[in-house]
């Protein structure tokens, strides 16, 4: 179970909000641009540190007593692929997965190789690749430890709806398959409601609404939100 | 202007800034080799190339982890020790020279110690070696600062979230990324410490490097004992920084 209380105070606006989930389960943050939704996953991959609160995932304690990156159980995927470029789109997937790949590893990568269309970007430097290569080599680095919780921060900004079909639709599979928690930020509604049933609204940092999105679309709690979730 | 003619102007001076090392060609009389240049010449060069290297691995050691903590340090921080590092390199090594063997000779804090400890820091090999490494430092961690400054940060957070500790981030990503701009700083580092005259000459005359020995064979003998050594000094302290800079300069494959 992921519970957290995050209380992050910024120049712009102070966050302050409190989410809890069950193991497995997803959950969209949706908002308008600043209104706090990278800042929660942020706190919770461990790249901010909050000013107060706590964080916890599971047995582990995430927050305070901020627990060194490299041992949070965490796949975080930002819009910026952060690549790295010496290294071929193979070894970026396989980055996580420390020395020589077992045979089962390798197994999963083949999988991943095959599913995401890189089979013809494998071995070239990732510096080379197209943006939405770039996109989903990232997606695969992050599924090939199999982490546990999943931070999704505006992934598909960005690219052609075709892609963005693909790789929501990979993505829900593997989730069925390997059972982890997820939580998804986007300002898009549609995408968000293809990833997740639920959704919590953030509004100046707080949370304002929270519920499935039928929920959500029948009686939005604010003006703002309303006009968000409205047809362009 | 049409481009032959800047084309020209930069052919000229071009031709200028190499025209010193036609020096090498002028007929100075037959070159010197007896055993009265020859063995103090060579002993220099071993000394030069010796503790040179011990220098510039004491630079490495040391500088490496201080130019990755101003790195990532805030910018306030990292301005701060960036005007430190800098003064170390804006002193006249003459200047440094006589402060250095004031500081670390029998009327300094730390040489008052090192003296009752027995540990010369003046005319010793010692002394040859901490004046290279005060040299030279300052620049390899400025270098330095700029090559691992130029990671972007997330890079690296983004590793260690892989699953990767933090000494697996260094070799595995910032490392790799920032060694062209290490080695750029290095050469420079290295042949900054190996050309040192000034400072060298005020802290340790003895044992001589190469290039107090060119001078040594210059005010004794004359040109044509200063010409092997010279032709060994450039060989020695050229090639590196010169290779290391034409590689920095080649577009980035990736």
């Keep these: 179970m992921l519970d957290a209380h995050i209380f992050k105070r910024r120049r712009e606006l102070t966050v302050d909000v409190h989410l809890q989930m069950e193991q497995g389960a997803s959950l969209g943050l949706f908002g308008a641009s600043g209104s706090g939704k990278s800042t929660i996953l942020s706190c919770i991959a461990g790249i901010e540190r909050p000013d107060a609160g706590l964080i916890r995932f599971g047995d582990l304690q995430l927050f305070p007593l901020p627990l060194p990156l490299h041992r949070r159980p965490i796949g975080y995927l930002t819009q910026e692929p952060n690549l790295f470029p010496h290294l071929t789109v193979a ?41 939405g290569q770039a996109r989903r080599v990232a997606l695969a680095r992050m599924l090939a430890r199999r982490p546990p919780l999943v931070l ?81 | 202007m049409p481009r032959w003619v800047a084309r020209g102007g930069v052919v000229l001076f071009g031709l200028a800034l190499l025209y010193p090392l036609s020096g090498l060609l002028v007929h100075v009389g037959p070159w010197r080799w007896d055993a009265e240049v020859a063995n103090p010449t060579l002993a220099s060069i071993r000394v030069s190339l010796l503790w040179t290297g011990a220098a510039m691995l004491i630079v490495l050691l040391v500088g490496t982890p201080i130019a990755i903590y101003v790195a990532r340090a805030a910018a306030r921080e990292r301005l701060w020790w960036q005007s430190i590092l800098i003064l170390s390199i804006l002193l006249p090594p003459l200047a440094l020279g006589i402060l250095l063997s004031m500081a670390f000779g029998p009327s300094g804090w730390i040489g008052h110690w090192l ?50 500790p933090p000494w697996r981030v260094f070799w595995r990503v910032s490392f790799p990324l920032a060694r062209l701009g290490l080695a750029v700083a290095f050469s420079v580092a290295w042949v900054r410490a190996l050309g040192e005259f000034g400072a060298v000459m005020v802290t340790a005359y003895y044992p001589s490097g190469m290039p107090v020995q060119l001078w040594v064979n210059l005010q004794s003998f004359g040109l044509p004992a200063v010409m092997p050594l010279l032709v060994v000094f450039l060989v020695t302290a050229l090639p590196l920084p010169w290779a290391v800079h034409l590689m920095s300069q080649r577009p980035p494959h990736a």
Excluded at chain 1, 195 to 202: I, N, R, T
Excluded at chain 1, 207 to 222: C, H, Y
Aim: glycine letters at 10%; a neutral charge; aromatic letters at 6%.
């Design chain 1, 91 to 131: 070894q970026n997937i396989a980055f996580g997965l420390g020395g020589r790949p077992t045979a089962h590893e390798n197994g999963w990568l083949a999988d991943l190789r095959r599913s995401l269309g890189l089979a013809d970007v494998w071995n070239a430097p990732a510096g080379r690749i197209s943006g």
């Design chain 2, 115 to 164: 003296n009752q400890a027995g540990v010369r820091l003046s005319n010793s090999t010692a002394a040859f070696v901490v004046t290279q490494v005060y040299v030279s430092i300052g620049y390899y961690i400025l270098g330095a600062i700029a090559a691992f400054g130029s990671i972007p940060a997330m890079l690296e957070k983004q590793a260690a979230l892989l699953g990767q």
């Design chain 1, 152 to 232: 999704l921060d505006e992934p598909f900004s960005g690219l052609d709806r075709q892609l963005v079909r693909e790789l929501i639709d990979g993505l829900l599979i593997w989730k069925n398959s390997m059972a982890f928690t997820m939580i998804v930020v986007d300002h898009q509604a549609h995408v968000l409601e293809r990833l997740s049933p639920c959704v919590a609204v953030l509004e100046r940092g707080r949370i304002i609404q929270e519920g499935d999105w039928e929920q959500v679309r029948a009686a939005p709690a604010t003006d703002l939100l309303r006009k968000l979730l409205a047809p362009l």
